[in-house]
Nanobody, 117 residues
Framework: VHLVESGGGLVQTGGSLRLSCQAS????????MSWFRQTPGKERELVAT????????DYVDSVKGRFTISRDIAKMTVFLEMNSLKPEDTAVYFC???????????WGQGTQVTVSS
């Protein structure tokens, strides 16, 4: 599975961005899809995840109520809608896919999100 993120950029505090992750090469509906983020010197952090069934989503506490993960199976794309952005959301955001819950894992190359104060 090949993952390509897009949609990152520079935004002011309180603004919004929508990240997209285009998948190819696999059965998209069989993959648990997640977004991670990472800042220099810190471990990669799980931000949001959607189960392969699409029935379950989960978020890190710091983004609950502000971020929404969704997917379009026909377009093989997962989205991360980010609202009310804060400077602490600044990071490189990575798309992640895992076949069901225990299968092979795949990562995108990352997209930079910068929130200015």
């Amino acid at each position: 599975v090949h993952l390509v993120e897009s949609g990152g950029g520079l935004v002011q505090t309180g603004g919004s961005l929508r990240l997209s992750c285009q998948a190819s090469g696999g059965t998209f509906s069989s993959y648990t899809m997640s977004w991670f983020r990472q800042t220099p010197g810190k471990e990669r952090e799980l931000v949001a995840t959607m189960s392969w069934t699409g029935l379950n989503t989960d978020y890190v506490d710091s983004v609950k109520g502000r971020f929404t993960i969704s997917r379009d199976i026909a377009k093989m794309t997962v989205f991360l809608e980010m609202n009310s952005l804060k400077p602490e959301d600044t990071a490189v955001y990575f798309c992640y896919a895992r076949l069901y819950n225990t299968g092979p894992e795949y990562w995108g190359q990352g997209t930079q999100v910068t929130v200015s104060s």
